[in-house]
């Protein structure tokens, strides 16, 4: 349970740029503009999303083909397969966590995929559409509708169907907020070297 | 296989050029630039006739930019099927590349950010006094066609004779992607030889596939992009910084290491980390014989943030066959001596960057190597010669027991022109030049 109080005073959105000194030992959220960001700042392929306390992510949520939804669902299955295996797999997404979820609307079935990283989507995009072709990942997206089935030879049609179909986030909070992945493993290894240390000394 | 035959050579050989120099066009008179192009293309250098026994003198290239595509004729639905990054052009997408403040397009000289900049003819010659002579002759072909204007010029030769070096001294070209099929065998150290399609249009790629090409065929294939880039290189502020970074001559050159990830020799910092080594420097088969994961890395040797980690970070990226790209160009200005101070004059390199997709390769590359202030958890910093830089972020250079951390980087240069540009093959340019009033209306141009 957070028990952090909310501040009495509205939420103003603020323009976080990238933070040259992050204080990690304070939590922090932000409220997030509808088209989500402050201010347009021009990526390769559109607007970038800002950097947040959560760090970088995307939500994409798009309507399944009818019929597909066995399919996807065994494909987090060869998934967990494809890290187990080699759990470095996923490496160049530079990822905290991934989110799959299949959801109802109506008749209709939804997927969600939610992933928070700490690279800008937009720079490293074409990485990622490399890695979900690497790994399979392009079979969900092939049952989504909408998707452009031409995008093996049609990179930018990929990235464009990501980018109209991310859901922008209006708050996002981070417990220990900006810290990446990598420094995250940096600090439990250096716990583990303290430990190890102590150890030894006995 | 690749149509030699058909291909600029620019692109896929070397000309032995000391000298060059580069024409940005517009084309003011319709009809008139067909007939410039068409008095041209027989003066065009192919992959095959530059790379044969008996070299080709002929060492003009042709490029264009969207806008001058259009003023050429080339109808609508084709100029749609043009990547959206090389139908806004370099100066529109700014921000994207990273040329901000003082490198902003605002700033650009040479009329480069013009809408009306459409054609870039570039002449290699031997010699400076080669050079005068293709100037001349250019000038009164000009003249005699009427109506295709010089937006402006540039005379580009060799600051060293001899040698590939540039005005810091730093020795250039130790590294270029090799092309399959053209034979040439990738050094050690090097990434094997890259697909065709990653540099022209119509070929299989690094995907495994033929991407889709801009319309009709007969226009694209064999075509490549164009980047083009003016840095202006302030050796003055460049040789005032070592001076007051290193005591002594030993130190000065250290830094000067630090900051290119290769001594001034062109040895590189991973195989020699204390102390220059010329002969490694250029020895093609050892200069390139080296990673970063497994040999250094925390950077003690070459620090993360130099200029040839960042961009070119070998094993430590993901994909890197698919973020080659091939350089050419030049220097220009005169060399400034030794101990000389600052004189004002300006000096620096005028490169093109070569590629099938500028926005996957050329704009990666300036938007995440080089500009990219949280590129590899640096936090603060850009490349110190060809990121934006002013004065406000920082260099580190790992150090047992302790880093040292440069603060407020100055500025070593500032690009004073881009443009992107097609550089079609020579049936394209026969195509272009033919027109066909029929099938292609003449549009109004852009202005």
Redesign the interface.
């Known amino acids: 349970m957070a028990t952090h109080v909310i501040p009495k005073e509205p939420l103003k959105p603020q323009v976080v740029e ?1 933070p ?1 000194e992050a204080d990690w030992t304070k939590p922090q959220a932000m409220a997030i503009p509808k088209e989500g960001y402050f201010k347009i ?5 559109g607007p970038l999303f800002p950097r947040t306390p959560a760090c970088h992510g995307f939500t994409i949520i798009a309507k399944i083909k009818p019929g597909t939804e066995e399919e996807i669902r065994q494909y987090g299955k060869k998934l967990e397969n494809a890290v187990a295996g080699d759990s470095h797999v996923l490496a ?1 997404l530079q990822l905290h966590y991934l989110r799959w979820v299949l959801f109802d609307i109506g008749q209709d079935k939804y997927f969600m995929y939610q992933g928070i990283f700490d690279t ?1 989507f937009d ?2 995009t ?2 990622a559409v ?2 979900f072709t690497q790994t399979g990942i392009n079979t969900i997206f092939e049952k989504l509708e909408g998707f452009p089935m ?1 995008w ?5 049609a990929f990235i464009k169907f990501l980018r109209d179909h991310q859901c922008p986030s209006f708050l996002e909070y981070g417990e220990y907020p900006y810290v ?1 992945a ?2 995250v493993k940096k600090a439990l290894k250096l716990k583990r070297a303290f430990s190890d240390m102590l150890d030894q000394m006995q | 296989m690749l149509e030699f035959d058909d291909i600029q050579h620019f692109l896929l050989t070397r000309t032995p050029a000391l000298a060059a120099r580069y024409e940005f066009l517009t084309f003011r008179k319709p009809a008139s630039e067909r007939a410039w192009l068409t008095g041209l293309v027989d003066k065009v250098g192919t992959g095959k006739s530059v790379g044969s026994a008996s070299p080709d003198s002929r060492w003009v290239t042709l490029a264009f930019t969207w806008n001058g595509l259009r003023a050429l004729g080339l109808d609508e639905a084709s100029l749609a099927t043009f ?1 959206e ?1 090389f139908r806004q052009g370099m100066a529109a ?1 700014a ?2 590349v990273g040329v901000t403040g003082a490198n902003h397009p605002d700033h650009w000289i040479g009329e480069l950010a013009s809408p009306e900049l459409h054609a870039i003819a570039i002449l290699f010659a031997r010699d400076v006094a080669e050079r005068e002579r293709c100037k001349r002759e250019h000038d009164r072909y000009l003249t005699q066609v009427g109506g295709v204007d010089r937006l402006s010029g540039l005379d580009l030769e060799a600051v060293y004779p001899g040698e590939p070096r540039e005005h810091f001294g730093y020795r250039d070209r130790l590294t270029h992607p090799v092309i399959e099929g053209t034979g040439e065998v990738s050094p050690p150290g090097s990434l094997p030889p890259i697909k065709a399609g990653e540099f022209f249009l119509g070929y299989i790629d690094e ?1 495994g ?4 090409m801009p319309q009709p065929e007969v226009l694209s294939r064999n075509g490549s992009y164009l980047a083009y880039l003016r840095l202006q290189e302030h050796v003055g502020a460049f040789r005032d910084f070592l001076r007051e970074q290193g005591q002594t001559r030993e130190e000065q050159e250290l830094v000067a290491a630090k900051l290119m990830g290769r001594w001034r020799s062109g040895a590189p910092l991973v195989l020699a980390p204390q102390k220059d080594d010329p002969v490694l420097g250029v020895d093609m088969q050892r200069t390139n014989n080296f990673d970063y994961g497994k040999m250094d890395p925390y950077g003690y040797g070459c620090p993360v943030g130099s200029h040839i980690r960042r961009m070119n970070p070998r094993d430590t990226a ?2 890197m066959n ?1 973020r080659q790209m091939i350089r050419r160009g030049g220097t220009y200005g005169p060399r400034l001596p030794e101990n000389a101070p600052e004189d004002g004059v300006e000096r620096g390199i005028a490169a093109f960057i070569g590629c099938a997709s500028l ?2 390769q050329f ?2 590359a300036m ?2 190597w080089a500009n ?3 590129f590899k ?1 640096l ?2 910093e850009r490349d110190p010669f060809v990121g934006t830089q002013d004065g406000t972020f920082d260099m580190t250079i790992p150090k047992r027991p302790v880093r040292k951390k440069i603060k407020g980087l100055p500025a070593f240069t500032t690009i004073r022109g881009g443009a992107y540009f097609f550089l079609p093959g020579i049936r394209a340019l026969r195509f272009l030049a033919a027109g066909d009033a029929a099938t292609r209306p003449k549009l109004k141009k852009v202005s």
């Open positions: 990238t040259k700042e021009q990526g390769r392929y160049p800008d720079k490293y074409e990485d490399a890695l031409d093996k030879a049609n990179v930018p990446t990598v420094e | 990547p990054e997408r921000e994207v995907s596939l033929q991407p889709l993901d994909n698919r926005i996957r704009e990666f938007n995440v990219d202030p949280r958890d936090g603060n």
